[in-house]
Nanobody, 120 residues
């Protein structure tokens, strides 16, 4: 599976962005997917994940109620809708996939990252 993240950019605090992650490979619909982020000088952290079926979604506490993860298996695409953005959301965002059940940490494939910058 190859992953290509896009949709990052510069936005003011309170604004919105939608990240996309295009996946190649015929097994996408059997992969659970996740978003991670890494802010400057910090370790990479989990943001959200969605099960292969799309039925189970998990979020880190700091984005609950503001971010929504979704997937379109017909288009082999993962999304992250980010609303009410805060300066502390500034980071490089990575999409990741793994075969099977949802996970908060263990992923097999990673995209290249897309930069999100939120100005105050």
């Amino acid at each position: 599976v190859q992953l290509q993240a896009s949709g990052g950019g510069l936005v003011q605090a309170g604004g919105s962005l939608r990240l996309s992650c295009a996946a190649s490979g015929r097994t996408f619909r059997r992969h659970s997917m996740g978003w991670f982020r890494q802010a400057p000088g910090k370790e990479r952290e989990f943001v959200a994940a969605v099960a292969w079926s799309g039925g189970t979604k998990v979020y880190t506490n700091s984005v609950k109620g503001r971010f929504t993860i979704s997937r379109d298996n017909a288009k082999n695409t993962l999304y992250l809708q980010m609303n009410s953005l805060k300066p502390e959301d500034t980071a490089v965002y990575y999409c990741a996939s793994r075969f099977g059940d949802i996970s908060l940490a263990e992923y097999d494939y990673w995209g290249q990252g897309t930069l999100v910058t939120v100005s105050s």
